[in-house]
C-alpha cells in the first residue's frame, strides 16, 4: 500500500535529529518522536511493526515486566527492539521505531517488546497492533491523570485489537476482564505458606460485583484488591477466573510455579510480593510464547530487578535499601510501606516522594497522600523518618494523622538534605523510599552516605 510522502519525510528528518542528538550525547527517546508526531499526527498508522509484536502494560510492574521479557526473548535467540531506555508514550514510542526502521517504515529485526503507559493505549494499540498483551494489574494511580481503574480499564479494553493474545492477572478482578472475547491466559499466587496478607489497606479499589452489584466475597487478599474473590449474590456466577500458572510457594529464592499439574522453579530478583507478581507475569508470558520450561528457567536465572526499582548497598556499617515508591501512585506507595514494615531490625526511613512536575510548579491536589498507608510506619522498629522537598509538611501532617511519633519525624525543604539529618545510632537499616523522577537526588543522597565510611562517626 502507497504510504504518504509526509511518512517518508517523516522518517528522513527523525533520523538525521536521532543522529545529531546523539552526538551532542544528548537522549534521543522523546523528541523526535514528538517533533515527527506534530509534524505527520497520522505518522504510527504508517509503520509495517515487525512480525512478532509484544506489548506490556499496566498500572505497576510494567518496567519490570518488559524488561524480564526482553531479556528472555534475547537470551533465547531472539534479537529485539524495545524501549527499556526510553518512553512508554506514543512520542517515546514513535522514536523508538523511527529509529529502528527502514527508509519504507519496515523492520529489519523481526521482535519488538515494548512497555506501553496504560493511559496511552488508545494513541498506541491500535497502530502498533500487539501479538501479545501482557497486562500486570490495574490499580489506583494519579489521581492527576488517570483518574479512576474504570476510566483507565475503558480505554484498554477499547482499543485492543481482536488479534491479540492476552496474559492476564487473575488476582486482578479489574484487568482480568479486559477484552472478553480474546484469547487469555491467566497467571496469579496462590496464599503462600506462613503469608501475612497486607489486609489493612486504604484502598480496596473493587468491592462490588460489576454484573449485578452486590458485595464481592474475597477468600483472600495479598494486597489492595489483589486475591481471590466471587460475588455475595449466590445467583451470580462473577468471581476470579481459573488460573493458568500459579505461584504456589517460594524456597530457596526460587518461586514454585504449578503449570498443567506440574512444578516448575524460577529464580526470583527479591521476594516482595510485587516481585512474586513481575516474575510470574513474565514466566507465563514466555511459556505460552512457546519457549520451554528448561530455556525461560535459564534465562530466568541471570534477570535482575533494574536499579531504577530496587538497589541495595552498605555505608557507615548499615545496609541501605532503596525502593521506588512512585509518587502520587497510593498503591505502588503503599506497597513500599509495607516492605519498610516488613524488613526486620530497627530502620530510619528517608523520603524524597515529590513528582518532578510537582517540585517545578507545585500542586493543589495532595488527596493520594491520604490514601497512601503511611500508618505502616508507625512501628517502634521505624525510629526516624526524614522527609524532604516542598511538600514536606504535608507529609509531616499525614504521618501525624497516621499516628506516627512527632519525635521522629524530620523535615527539609531540600531533599539533598536529608542525610544531614540522620541518626546512625541504633539503626541497622536505611531504607530511602523515592520518586522514579528524583534520580538526581537520590544520587546525591547515595553518595552522600556512601562517604559517611571515610568519616564514620560525623554523622550521629
Known amino acids: 500500500m502507497k504510504k504518504p510522502i509526509r511518512f517518508y519525510i517523516s522518517i528522513a528528518g527523525a533520523k538525521i535529529l536521532i543522529k545529531l542528538m546523539r552526538l551532542l550525547k544528548r537522549n534521543a527517546t522523546n523528541l523526535p518522536g514528538e517533533i515527527m508526531l506534530i509534524f505527520y499526527p497520522k505518522l504510527l498508522h504508517h509503520f509495517d511493526m515487525p512480525k512478532n509484536v509484544i506489548a506490556v502494560t499496566g498500572t505497576n510492574g510494567k518496567t519490570t515486566v518488559s524488561n524480564m521479557i526482553n531479556n528472555i526473548l534475547r537470551s533465547n535467540g531472539a ?219 535459564s534465562s530466568m536465572s541471570e534477570v535482575k530487578v533494574v536499579r531504577s526499582r530496587y538497589d541495595s548497598f552498605n555505608a557507615a556499617g548499615k545496609e541501605v535499601i532503596i525502593s521506588l515508591a512512585k509518587g502520587q501512585n497510593p498503591v505502588a506507595c503503599s506497597g513500599v510501606c ?22 517545578k510548579r507545585t500542586s493543589e491536589n495532595i488527596a493520594w497522600i491520604y490514601e497512601t498507608d503511611f500508618e505502616f510506619l508507625k512501628g517502634d522498629d521505624i525510629k526516624q523518618i526524614i522527609v524532604g522537598g516542598k511538600r514536606a509538611d504535608d507529609y509531616m501532617v499525614r504521618l501525624l494523622l497516621a499516628g506516627v511519633d512527632k519525635s521522629r519525624i524530620t523535615c527539609c525543604r531540600y531533599e539533598t538534605d536529608t542525610v544531614k539529618h540522620l541518626k546512625t545510632d541504633g539503626i541497622d537499616k536505611i531504607m530511602i523510599m523515592y520518586d522514579l523522577f528524583n534520580v538526581e537526588s537520590l544520587n546525591s543522597i547515595k553518595a552522600q552516605l556512601k562517604a559517611l565510611d571515610s568519616k564514620e562517626g560525623e554523622v550521629k
Open 338 to 359: 509495607d516492605f519498610v514494615r516488613r524488613e526486620s531490625g530497627n530502620k530510619a526511613v528517608i523520603m524524597i516522594l515529590e513528582d518532578l512536575y510537582d517540585g
Open 79 to 297: 534479537d529485539t527492539i524495545n524501549n527499556s531506555f526510553g518512553g512508554n508514550v506514543d512520542t517515546g514510542i514513535a522514536s523508538l521505531l523511527l529509529d529502528h526502521c527502514t527508509m519504507k517504515g519496515g523492520f529489519k529485526k523481526d521482535t519488538m517488546v515494548l512497555e506501553v503507559d496504560e493511559r496511552s493505549a488508545a494513541r498506541v494499540l491500535p497502530y502498533v497492533r500487539p501479538d501479545w498483551l501482557v497486562c500486570t494489574n490495574l490499580q489506583r494511580d494519579s489521581l492527576k491523570r488517570n483518574a479512576h481503574t474504570e476510566f483507565i480499564f475503558n480505554i484498554l479494553n477499547a482499543n485492543i485489537p481482536d488479534k491479540t493474545k492476552l496474559i492476564l492477572n487473575g488476582d486482578d478482578l479489574i484487568s482480568s476482564r479486559l477484552a472478553p472475547e480474546n484469547p487469555r491466559t491467566h497467571f496469579g499466587i496462590a496464599q503462600l505458606p506462613d503469608e501475612k496478607p497486607t489486609l489493612d489497606n486504604i484502598i480496596c479499589d473493587i468491592v462490588s460485583c460489576p454484573k449485578c452489584g452486590s458485595k464481592l466475597s474475597y477468600s483472600f487478599r495479598h494486597y489492595n484488591h489483589i486475591g481471590q474473590a466471587k460475588c455475595s449474590n449466590s445467583s451470580c456466577d462473577f468471581g476470579s477466573p481459573q488460573v493458568d500458572f500459579r505461584v504456589v510457594r517460594t524456597e530457596n529464592g526460587e518461586a514454585v510455579i504449578m503449570h498443567n499439574g506440574k512444578e516448575e522453579r524460577y529464580k526470583l530478583p527479591n521476594n516482595r510480593i510485587t516481585d512474586l507478581y513481575n516474575t510470574c507475569a513474565a514466566v507465563t508470558f514466555a511459556r505460552s510464547y512457546g519457549l520451554s520450561y528448561e530455556q525461560v528457567q
